[in-house]
């Protein structure tokens, strides 16, 4: 059984430009985490979509916006970048079962490098 | 509201010696608490998982924590640390039905010395 899949696993952006990542989640599994993560702050949570809709956003500002698919992959977009948004983003993705939702499962992360 | 604090920001220890990484948390429901590995440039991996079922939860590669409910704490704790164990690890916790709203530590750095 595949894992979460993101691409692109490195990418460098200059500032002021824009990016989309993308995750492919575990097959079956309808909800996909993203969370950044640098040195200075370490895991931050950004949002959460569940069938096609955010169910939960962390205090990111309005620059970081995504979006889900019908088949669950889900891309992240950063627009009007800054240094600080440099880091590496990762995506998991967990399953919903009756009595509630497995762990989430992470994929090896995207690594974005501003300039 | 949910929280998690892990006690040190870094551990060191010997080849073949114990391991304790300390992990205390809160949460205003029921929780499920989760421990993950993250090795350098990599994805994180889940080591164990607490979701209200046995107090004692025993991992991957010999790792185990313990539930304590009236302490707040979920240690992880092996027996005897392996020179593949270095690696940064995160305490998690979540509210039981929805591992979307996942809340983690800062890290704890292994550093495991030959």
């Known amino acids: 059984k595949a894992g979460v899949t993101q691409t692109p696993r490195y990418l460098i952006k200059t500032r002021g430009q824009q990016v989309t990542l993308s995750?492919?989640?575990i097959s079956g599994h309808r909800s996909v985490?993203?969370?950044q993560q640098t040195?200075?702050?370490g895991l931050q949570f950004l949002f959460e979509y569940f069938s096609e809709t955010q169910r939960?956003?962390?205090n990111f500002p309005g620059r970081f916006s995504g979006r889900q698919f019908s088949n669950s992959r889900s891309e992240m977009n950063v627009s009007t970048l800054e240094l600080g948004d440099s880091a590496l983003y990762l995506c998991a993705s967990s399953l919903q079962t009756v009595?509630?939702?497995?762990?989430?499962?992470?994929?090896?992360?995207?690594r974005l490098t501003v300039v | 509201a949910q929280s998690v604090t892990q006690?040190?920001?870094h551990v060191s220890v010997s080849e073949g010696t114990p391991v304790l990484l300390r992990c205390n948390?809160?949460?205003?429901?029921s929780p499920s608490l989760f421990?993950?590995?993250q090795h350098p440039n990599k994805g994180l991996q889940l080591l164990l998982k607490y979701t209200s079922a046995a107090t004692l939860v025993k991992g991957i590669n010999g790792f185990e924590a313990e539930f304590k409910k009236s302490e707040t704490s979920f240690h992880l704790t092996k027996p005897s640390a392996h020179m593949s164990d270095a690696a940064e690890y995160f305490c998690v916790v979540s509210p039981l039905l929805n591992a979307g709203k996942s809340t983690f530590g800062d890290g704890t750095t292994l550093t495991v010395k030959p």
Do not use: H, I, R
Not at chain 2, 25 to 29: D, L
């Open chain 1, 56 to 58: 939960n956003k962390g």
């Open chain 1, 39 to 41: 040195p200075g702050q």
């Open chain 1, 99 to 110: 009595t509630g939702y497995t762990e989430a499962f992470f994929g090896q992360g995207t």
């Open chain 2, 7 to 9: 006690l040190d920001s």
């Open chain 2, 25 to 29: 948390y809160s949460s205003s429901y």
């Open chain 1, 33 to 35: 985490s993203w969370y």
């Open chain 1, 23 to 25: 995750c492919s989640p």
């Open chain 2, 35 to 37: 421990w993950y590995v």
